[in-house]
């Protein structure tokens, strides 16, 4: 009788092996079985998200057919502690073991904001506001001219203030390795006063290979002890670093004391008036080695520049004419716009 009861259970034990070993195969190729889902799909893993909420979203989606074999092999393997929060990618007939790999990998989806060079520190804040991606809120808008400008790779999940780290980080090496590298003898006693003259570079010119002649000017002028008189400064000072003016200068505010008037004040102003990029700062330390101490439109989307006052008001004189040309151009085509409307 024992002996029978002893034979029995060692066949209860030996079938029970035999259906865990095929359930255990069974599981490992549903886990290794291509998706049944066609298209490639997005699946974002949640900041705080834990294994039974990312494997049922998983299942739910269709991207995987069973969520307990998904947490049970998570389990064994460890990969439930080292899910990564963000937006993937996952290309069509993924596997839960592909899944798996992809979720745990980091490789989320990325995307890109550009900031250009120029924009005020309320600007790129506003900016990067409106992308849909960025979370969070800033307890105040960063100091001038302390934001790089650049594309930025930024993946879901990403905060505003994280992005803005990045920046500043990014802007405090551009101007350290700028300030070490500098030309001898510049009338610059700090990296700051050389930031706020590089945001001043940056807002007088978009053209790269002037950089380095509009920075002489300044520097020229700076050595000389003679006034900026730069508009962008005074601009902001008008807009309180909030953008564009929308119209030109009027007499009263270029007579007019403040700060940012570089036409009334001596030197530099309080502060930067913009995030200037790499090229202005590294012009400003580098400037180019001439005499030039005016500039001027050219007409062409670059300027002019003299050494001299007689120079630099024929150049006026040249730019004036340009204006009146193409504003007349304008009139002309505006007026036969119209003619030909009412023609019709």
Excluded: C
């Amino acid at each position: 009788m024992v002996r029978h009861i002893a034979s029995n259970a060692l066949t209860l034990l030996i079938v029970a092996l035999i259906l865990l070993g095929g359930v255990i195969v069974w599981g490992k190729v549903e886990f290794d079985r291509p998706g049944s889902f066609t298209e490639d799909a997005i699946f974002e893993v949640k900041p705080g998200d834990r294994l039974g909420a990312v494997s049922k979203r998983l299942e739910q989606q269709g991207l995987i057919a069973n969520a307990r074999i998904f947490r049970i092999a998570a389990r064994y393997s460890g990969d439930h502690e080292r899910l990564k929060f963000g937006e993937y990618k996952v290309p069509a007939k993924s596997s839960m073991r592909e899944l798996m790999a992809l979720v745990t990998s980091g490789r989320a989806l990325a995307y890109q904001i550009t900031i250009p060079e120029g924009l005020t520190s309320y600007q790129v804040i506003e900016k990067l506001k409106e992308h849909p991606i960025l979370t969070g809120e800033l307890a105040a808008i960063p100091p001038e001219g302390s934001l790089a400008p650049n594309t930025y790779a930024i993946s879901k999940g990403d905060t505003l203030a994280g992005v803005v780290e990045r920046m500043t980080a990014a802007q405090s090496k551009i101007l350290a390795d700028a300030w070490e590298g500098r030309a001898k003898d510049l009338p610059l006693k700090t990296p700051e006063e050389a930031l706020i003259l590089a945001s001043i570079v940056e807002k007088e010119t978009g053209v790269d290979g002037e950089r380095p002649l509009v920075a002489s000017v300044f520097i020229n002028r700076l050595e000389r002890g003679m006034r900026l008189q730069t508009d962008p400064t005074v601009i902001y000072g008008l807009t309180d670093g909030k953008g564009v003016l929308g119209r030109g200068i009027r007499r009263s505010e270029l007579q007019k004391k403040t700060p940012y008037n570089t036409y009334q004040i001596d030197g530099l102003p309080p502060t930067p008036i913009a995030n200037p990029g790499k090229t202005a700062i590294e012009a400003t330390l580098n400037p180019a080695n001439t005499d030039f101490v005016f500039f001027v439109a050219d007409g062409t989307g670059g300027h002019v520049f003299s050494a001299t006052i007689s120079e630099h008001n024929q150049n006026v004189r040249a730019w004036r004419k340009i204006e009146a040309e193409r504003k007349a151009a304008e009139k002309k085509a505006a007026e036969e716009a119209a003619n030909a409307g009412a023609d019709q």
